[in-house]
């Protein structure tokens, strides 16, 4: 196996994924809540899959077809980046976020008051109707998977994908224990900075 590919493709995930965003926060309260969290995590981690999956081979046709057009979109996907970067930072310099709040007591009437049908059409909705998700999968994650040798790219797609369903499975389950942390602008600031630390780094590392 080609673990630099896979690494590039781990790392890229790693950098776009852990963002507390309106599908992680759905997933995080629900965590904290333990209300269907095994469900949520599957369908979130599926939908990447299949969502970087496509990304990284449809754009592996495009950047030999259309090769400028590909480079151009990469360009506008880094801009994004260190726009989003950026915003990470400010955020971490002013930080808005709202605090969790969930008790023991409450947490529990609160899941077992949820029905299944529902808490899994609002993660399907916060997953596949989610422009950013596009950007992400198919925009960032697959040019950059197109760059890579070509029979490496699924190695750097399967970097991808592990990185996903690691968040996902340690985002719904761990949510319960890091309730309290996040319950202070430190926690948020601390978080903000290193994904924005991260991002900027990243963008900066693509362009060649």
Sequence with gaps: MNWLSFSHGAALCASLIVTIGAQNAFVLRQGIMRSHV????LLCALSDCILIGAGVGGASVL???Y???VHTMLYVGLAYLAWFGISAL???VRPGHAVLDADANGAASGAQAQR??????????LTWLNPHVYLDTFLLIGTAGAREPADARMVFALGAMAVSGVWFVGLGYGARALAPLFRRATAWRILDGAIGSMVLLLAVTQLR
Excluded: D
Excluded at 38 to 41: A, D, E, P, S
């Design 38 to 41: 095994g469900k949520i995590v």
């Design 90 to 92: 400010r955020r971490a």
């Design 116 to 125: 299944a049908v529902p808490v899994m059409l609002m993660t399907l909705a």
């Design 67 to 69: 090769p400028l057009f």
């Design 63 to 65: 950047v030999e077809r």
